[in-house]
């Protein structure tokens, strides 16, 4: 029987295998802002009275229709401690330079609860693919045989022949035995494997993802921003939008263009 990893595993390759369009980011700098680049990728730093701001995309490449993901740098350049919020970034899609709809910031707490239910999702999945293997293994002791039965029968009108199938079924407990400790030792393997990928995410997150957090004088702190990806423009253009950074009483608004990438 084929085991429910079999069948998910597949369908993960075949997601994989799809065409997906990349996306790369630049940046429109602003005053008292300056487009870099970082490392191979697009930056843009934004300097203030109090704080400077530096925003990057994560990665080279933006999968279209997915949630962009940009690394943000803040410096206290105050001589005092300055708060840094998360629910003071917003960021706005735009449209001809105008604000068009907003694009929600996915805080790390949000991000932690879909990891949690991703975990769910993945344990019910491998509870099923374990139920699978233990079940393959109990009928793998039994084994079934056929023949044929061949007859003659001798009556005062004549003889006659018919054929008859037959069929029986055998136990082996060694095989049995074999076949349920290796589907026990596939079932702990899958079961580890779930356990440890949703550990390893959440560290991620707690890592990565961008906090609340009190910066002092001097002190550089960042992390991952993610936010729900634009939607598409007619002619499948760039799309724009601007991420709105405010600490301490000053913003800083970063314009960035998502655009195919040139092949």
């Not at 069948?7 to 075949?14: D, H, Y």
């Not at 490392?39 to 997915?66: C, E, H, T, W, Y």
């Not at 993802?209 to 002092?216: A, G, P, Q, Y």
């Amino acid at each position: 029987m084929t085991s429910v990893k079999a069948v998910v595993a597949l369908a993960f390759s075949l997601l994989a295998g799809a065409c997906v369009t990349t996306e790369t980011v630049s940046f429109q700098a602003g005053p008292k802002q300056q487009a870099l680049t970082r490392d191979g990728k697009q930056a843009l730093v934004s300097a203030q009275g109090k704080s400077m701001v530096m925003v990057s995309p994560s990665s080279r490449g933006i999968n279209a229709g997915q949630r962009p993901v940009y690394v943000l740098g803040i410096n206290n350049l105050s001589k005092k401690p300055i708060d840094f919020r998360v629910d003071q970034v917003s960021v706005v899609q735009l449209e001809d330079g105008k604000p068009k709809r907003g694009l929600r910031v996915v805080t790390y707490e949000n991000l932690v609860r879909e990891e949690k239910n991703r975990q769910i999702a993945a344990a019910i999945f491998t509870g099923l693919g374990a139920a699978a293997n233990a079940y393959s293994a109990s009928q793998a002791g039994y084994q079934r045989s056929y023949g044929t039965v061949h007859a003659t029968t001798y009556t005062p009108r004549g003889t006659y022949h018919s054929t008859g199938y037959v069929s029986a079924t055998t136990y082996n407990p060694a095989l049995a035995s074999a076949a349920m400790a290796n589907a026990q030792a596939q079932n702990n393997a899958m079961i580890s494997d779930t356990m440890e990928t949703g550990r390893q995410n959440l560290a991620a997150l707690e890592e990565g993802v961008i906090k609340d957090h009190t910066l002092l004088p001097g002190e550089w702190y960042g992390g991952q921003l993610h936010f729900e990806p634009p939607l598409e423009v007619d002619g499948g253009g760039a799309k724009s939008y601007a991420i709105n950074v405010t600490i301490d009483g000053e913003t800083h608004v970063i314009t960035a263009q998502q655009a195919p990438a040139k092949s």
